[in-house]
C-alpha cells in the first residue's frame, strides 16, 4: 500500500499502550489523564438529554450548522468576552489543534511548543512536519526570555499544564504576547484546565492580550463530560474562517445532539456548581497526593505543587532511566507516565502523575508503590 | 496572518451558501442532501438513549477507545463480512474522506473521481492538492474503459451516488478493482446510500472484490440519524492502523454517548425495521419526482431514474446558464443544486434535486415551480 508522507509521521500515543499495562488487575494507574467518572453529572445529565430530546425534537439528530449550536456558542462568548461568531464548536479541543494545525504550517514551518508540552498537539502538529522549537519552563511557566526570533506558532498551555501542572505567570503573559507579535507567529493556546483552580483563578488567557493573534482552545470534556466531545476554538474572523472551512471537511459539525444536551445544561445554570464541585474534587485528591510524594518520596524527587489541573511532574536526577523505573513500577502494582513522550526537544528525566482519576484512599498506596519502586531502582542500578 | 498552502485549497462549500438562500420562505427546496427529519425514530432514540445511560451509566461519557463501541464495530464488520477489528467508528463517514486522504496523499497524486462527484469529497481531498483524474460515468456508472494509467486513490461512490444517483453496474465493479490492482491504487468506496435502494439491492461492494485494496466508508446518518455524526471505516489492518493514528490526532475518538445509542438500537434489532420503513418512505417521494418530472419537465430536459438514495440528476440542453437558472427558480420559489461543484475537471450543464426532504405533496409543485423556471429561462435566453 502506497501512503502519503504525513502518514509516516503519525504514530500511535505511548499513553494508549502504557494505558494498556496499566489496566493489568492490581495494578494502580496514575497513568491516565481522564476526568473522574464520579464527578459525571449523571443525575443532570440525563435530565438534559431528555429535555434536549423532548424539546429540540428532531433538530437533536439532524445536520447542523458548522459553527455549532447557538446557546454553546454564546456561553463560551461570554466568558471570554467576543461576539458568538468568533466561536466554533468542535469535537472535543483535540479538533482544535488538528485544525489550526491544518490552516497555518507548511512542512518545515518553526513552531514553538513548551518543554515538555502536551503529547496530544505534538500528535496533531506532527504530519505537517514543523521544526519545533521547544522552549525551556520553570515553575513559573515558558521562559520568555528563551523564545526564539522566528516561529509561525506558538502551542503553549498555560494553565496547569499537561504534563507539569505549571501556571504560567501573570507578568510573562503581555511578555509573550508581544514576542508573537514581534515575530508574527499565531498563538494556540490550550486550554482544558484553566477552570479547575485550587487556589486562586488563573490569570487572564493569552487570548485577552490580543484577540487578533490568539487563538483560544477549550473543552467541556474536563468540565460535563469528555465522552460527548465537544470543545471549542476562539478566534477572530479570518482564523475563523479558516477552521470553519477546514472543519466542514473534517467532519461537516459537531454531533449536535451532545451539543443540545450541553445547551440544556447551560440553561438550567448547571456548569457553574458543576464547576465548582469538580474543583473541590480535585483540590482534595491533589492534597492527597502532594502529602503523600512528601512522605514517601521528596527526599530523592523533585515536585512542585500544581494549583490546578489534573496532574503533577516528577523530575528524577540525571540518568535515571524511567523507561526501567515504570517496569518496576508495574512489579509494585502502580502505573504512571515516563515523561520522555511530552519533549520535542531533549528530554530530562520525569514522570507524569495524575491525581484525577485515582480513587481518593488508593492515592498514599498509590505513591508508595511509586517509592518502592524507586528504591529498588536505585539499589539495582 | 500567515496560513498554509492548504488553507488557500480550502473553500466553504457552495451548498451551505445556497442552502442559506433556499432557507427564504416561500421557496420549496429541492436543494439538500439531508433526511427527512419525520423518519428519525424519535421515540426508539428515547428510549435508547435511557437505557445507555441507565445500564453502561458514566462508561458513556468517559474516553473511549479511538476504534469505536465494539457493539457498533461487531455490527458493521457483520454485515461486511470481516472482523471486528477491521472496523473504526468515525465521526460521519464525511471524517473517512478526510483521514484517508491524509494518509494516502501527497500533492501532486493522481486521484481518480467520478465525474461528477460528491462534493464533500473533493472538499476533504482539496487541501492535499490532488491531481484529479476525472472519469466519465454514464447510467451503469463509471466507465471502467475510461479508468487512466495512473492514480494513487480512487474515490469512487458506486450505490445511488451522490449527485447523480446512479448505480454502478455488477458487471463493471470487479473491472474497477481489477485496474486498481494493476495500477496499484486504494480505493475509497464511499457507501452512505446502498441501503436505500427502491427496486432491488445494490450489488456486492467493491470491498467485496478486493479486502486488502479497497476501504469502505459507510454511515448511520441516513439509517438512524445524521446529528449523532457516526460513520465507519472497514480496511484491512495496515489501512486500518493507519486511519486509527490520524483519528487519534484529529480527535480522539468518535462521541460515545451517541455510539452507545447506536448500540441500545442495535441489540434491540431496531436497524431493520427501520431500514425498510426509510426504502419504502423514500421510494413514494422518488415516485412522486419522476411523476412530475415526466409531467413537466421530460420534453427539454434529460434525467433517469434513480434506483435509490436521495438524488435525482437533470441534465440541460449544452449552453445552459444553470447559475442564472437558480436566479429564476428563486423568484419562482423552488430551489435546486446546480450541477457544477460536483465536477473535478469539465462541467455540463446539469442540476441535483432531492426528494429526500421535501414534503411529499410538495414535490409536484417544487417541480411545475421549476418546469415555469426554465420555460421563462428559455424565452429569456
Known amino acids: 500500500m502506497r501512503f502519503s508522507q504525513a ?29 473522574a467518572p464520579e464527578l459525571f453529572p449523571m443525575e443532570a445529565l440525563k ?12 433538530a437533536a439528530l439532524q445536520y447542523s450548522p458548522t459553527e455549532g449550536h447557538p446557546v454553546v456558542r454564546r456561553w463560551v462568548a461570554e466568558r471570554l468576552g467576543v461576539d458568538p461568531d468568533w466561536v466554533l464548536v468542535t469535537s472535543g479541543s483535540q479538533q482544535v489543534l488538528d485544525l489550526v494545525a491544518r490552516v497555518v504550517l507548511d512542512p518545515g514551518d518553526p513552531v514553538v511548543v513548551e518543554s515538555p508540552t502536551y503529547m496530544g498537539g505534538l500528535l496533531a502538529m506532527n504530519p505537517l512536519a514543523p521544526r519545533y522549537r521547544p522552549v525551556p519552563a520553570d515553575a513559573q511557566g515558558l521562559r520568555p526570555e528563551e523564545l526564539p526570533g522566528e516561529a509561525k506558532l506558538a502551542y503553549l498551555l498555560p494553565n496547569f499544564q499537561n504534563p507539569t501542572g505549571a501556571l504560567l505567570a501573570a507578568e510573562r503573559r503581555p511578555a509573550v504576547v508581544d514576542w508573537a507579535r ?3 507567529a499565531l498563538v494556540l493556546e490550550d486550554d482544558p484546565y484553566g477552570h479547575i483552580h485550587f487556589d486562586a483563578p488563573p490569570p487572564p488567557p493569552l487570548f485577552s492580550h490580543d484577540r487578533e493573534r490568539v487563538v483560544y482552545a477549550g473543552t467541556f470534556s474536563k468540565l460535563v463530560a469528555p465522552g460527548l466531545r465537544i470543545g471549542y476554538a476562539v478566534a477572530a474572523p479570518p482564523v475563523l474562517e479558516a477552521l470553519i472551512q477546514a472543519k466542514q471537511a473534517a467532519d461537516l459539525h459537531t454531533n449536535i445532539l451532545g451539543q443540545t444536551i450541553l445547551a440544556e445544561l447551560i440553561e438550567a445554570g448547571e456548569l457553574a456548581p458543576l464547576a465548582e464541585q ?23 524527587v523533585a515536585f512542585s505543587v500544581p494549583g490546578g489541573g489534573m496532574f503533577l511532574w516528577l523530575r528524577f536526577p540525571p540518568g535515571t532511566d524511567t523507561r526501567r523505573l515504570l517496569e518496576m513500577a508495574l512489579e509494585e502494582g502502580v502505573a504512571f ?37 524507586y528504591r529498588r531502582y536505585l539499589e539495582a542500578t
Chains 1, 2 share one sequence.
Open 47 to 58: 435530565a438534559a438529554t431528555r429535555r434536549a430530546l423532548d424539546r429540540a425534537g428532531p
Open 182 to 184: 514581534e515575530v508574527d
Open 278 to 300: 469538580v474543583r473541590g474534587f480535585y483540590r482534595r485528591r491533589r492534597d492527597r497526593m502532594v502529602a503523600a510524594l512528601k512522605r514517601y518520596l521528596a527526599e530523592d
Open 337 to 373: 507516565v515516563p515523561g520522555e513522550p511530552f519533549f520535542a526537544g531533549e528530554a530530562y528525566p520525569s514522570a507524569r502523575l495524575t491525581f484525577a482519576s485515582v480513587p481518593e484512599d488508593a492515592i498514599e498506596e498509590g505513591v508508595r508503590r511509586l517509592a518502592r519502586a
Open 7 to 35: 502518514r509516516a509521521r503519525m504514530r500511535s500515543s505511548l499513553i494508549r499502550e502504557l494505558l494498556k499495562l496499566a489496566a493489568r488487575p492490581g495494578v494502580l494507574s496514575l497513568a491516565g489523564g481522564i476526568p
